[in-house]
């Protein structure tokens, strides 16, 4: 994510590429570009690039919606979509800022605290910042 860019990586069983929309309070305007490379038989990765007409707003949350041409695949990211919102959460969403200060890194799979997976620290970081709606980590 930059000031005005963002990049959302997808897989899917089907070549049809997804269609990204923007929304911050309201629609953002701007152009996204598609590219799909077929991974095996059965696996698609498509880099869904949006460049914003206008700068995102300092540490606004933005919200994303993916679009599939194909009924079947829409209803069936919508399921799939469910299981990944928190409570609190209505859509997939992200926030840029020139001055990131909560930086989460390290490997995912050896905690620095007392927990088998540090993931799953992450996964209760972020549940708690959509029920308090703040203290989002920046990256």
Not at 24 to 46: D, L, M, P, W
Not at 48 to 61: C, I, K, Q, V, Y
Not at 68 to 90: K, M, N, P, V
């Amino acid at each position: 994510v930059t000031s005005t860019e963002c990049h959302i990586w997808v897989v899917t069983s089907n070549a049809d590429s997804p269609t990204l929309n923007l929304s911050a309070n309201e629609v953002v305007s701007g152009s996204c570009q598609r590219e799909t490379v077929r991974v095996g038989k059965y696996a698609f990765i498509h880099l869904l690039s949006f460049t914003s007409s206008e700068p995102f707003e300092d540490t606004a949350r933005i919200g994303y919606s993916l679009s599939f041409s194909d009924d079947a695949q829409q209803a069936s990211w919508e399921d799939e979509q469910r299981g990944l919102l928190y409570d609190g959460q209505s859509s997939l969403c992200f926030h840029y800022t020139e001055t990131p200060e909560t930086i989460l890194h390290g490997s995912c799979r050896k905690p620095h605290f007392h927990s088998d997976d540090a993931l799953a620290q992450v996964d209760v970081l972020h549940k708690n910042a959509f029920k308090k709606q703040n203290d989002f980590p920046d990256l």
